[in-house]
């Protein structure tokens, strides 16, 4: 059957026409078939939730065209339908794709994509957003918002981000105080950001990966919780520094844990009703209290055999 491709127009610093050409070609090469459905960013859960219903009506699947944030539109839709779904990646980062062996360069991904097959890959949920890479509430989901403000003044690209990063860091004030239940703790915590990883990749490269405590690893039967401590502005200029080597898990103020579920409330419950969270580099409001969760429920992702 014919995979539907749902491409977000907006994502990546290609145009839709040359994303189009893209899937096109290797379509053609593998003499397959494919609708390509197109849309804004406004769009893109109406056409990916109406793409992946068709798709497992049809016994196919469902094709994510863009960044981590559209991944995840798609992932979600992909999920609640029951169809597989397949990735060509043109983000900034791409951690989920290159996690699970997809190429980073379009051209090559969709080739990918034409002799691949649905692979279980575990995806967690924060209350009911799935979410594939992270999930965050604090100064993370402040430190995106500032990037895709720096993004649009100097343009996209891995530095950016990471000057970005820096500049919210330094000016990073807010305290959460939380209450945290794991299942096997319960601790109450004040920190500048809580950040979920289900992302080894990623954990790696902030040099962050928790050493195994629970059963599996982050992505694959856990997933990694970091949390800064308020520290001062000389501190945060070490921890930005151990974070820019890949060492950040050495770092003074920051403390990494490994869960399967964690349920988060304030600490205070009549002053915070609602936390502003972040999920897969997308930001919103989410009220209290927070389930963050490996799902039992895997994503079938399509993936050539390596």
């Known amino acids: ?12 610093a290609l145009d839709l026409e040359a994303k189009r050409a893209v899937i096109e070609r290797a379509l053609a090469a593998h003499e397959r078939k494919g609708e390509l459905l197109s849309c804004g ?10 793409a992946a219903s068709l798709a497992a009506a049809r016994g196919t699947a469902v094709v994510a065209v863009g960044g981590d944030g559209s991944l995840n ?12 779904m397949g990735v060509i990646p043109y983000g900034t980062f791409n951690y989920f794709a290159r996690t699970h062996g997809i190429a980073t360069a379009p051209d090559a991904a969709a080739r990918q994509l034409m002799i691949a097959s649905p692979t279980p890959v575990q995806v967690a949920a924060m209350n009911e957003r799935l979410f594939l890479v992270n999930a965050s509430l604090g100064a993370y989901p402040e430190l995106l918002q500032d990037r895709e403000a720096w993004k649009a003044r100097f343009g996209r690209s891995r530095w950016v981000a990471f000057v970005a990063a820096c500049a919210t860091l330094l000016r990073a004030q807010r305290r959460l105080r939380l209450h945290i239940d794991t299942g096997s703790s319960v601790r109450d915590v004040q920190t500048l950001t809580l950040f979920v990883g ?39 200029l070490g921890l930005m520094l151990h974070g820019a080597m890949g060492r950040l898990g050495e770092a003074a103020g920051v403390e990494s844990f ?21 999920f897969d580099g997308e930001v919103a409001r989410m009220r209290a209290p927070i389930d963050i969760r490996v799902l039992d429920k895997p994503l079938y992702l399509l993936k050539a055999a390596s």
């Open 1 to 12: 059957m014919a995979l539907l491709f749902v491409i977000n127009a907006g994502a990546g």
């Open 41 to 50: 960013p406004a769009d893109l859960a109406r056409v990916a939730t109406e």
């Open 73 to 84: 539109t798609v992932a979600q839709a992909a999920h609640a339908a029951g169809c597989p």
């Open 198 to 236: 289900n992302n080894r990749l990623q954990l790696q490269q902030f040099g962050a990966e928790p050493a195994d405590t629970v059963a599996g690893t982050p992505g694959d039967g856990s997933m990694a919780a970091l949390m800064l401590r308020p520290i001062g502005t000389m501190s945060m």
């Open 258 to 278: 490994e869960f399967t579920q964690m349920v988060v409330r304030p600490r205070l419950a009549s002053r915070r009703k609602e936390f502003v969270v972040a």
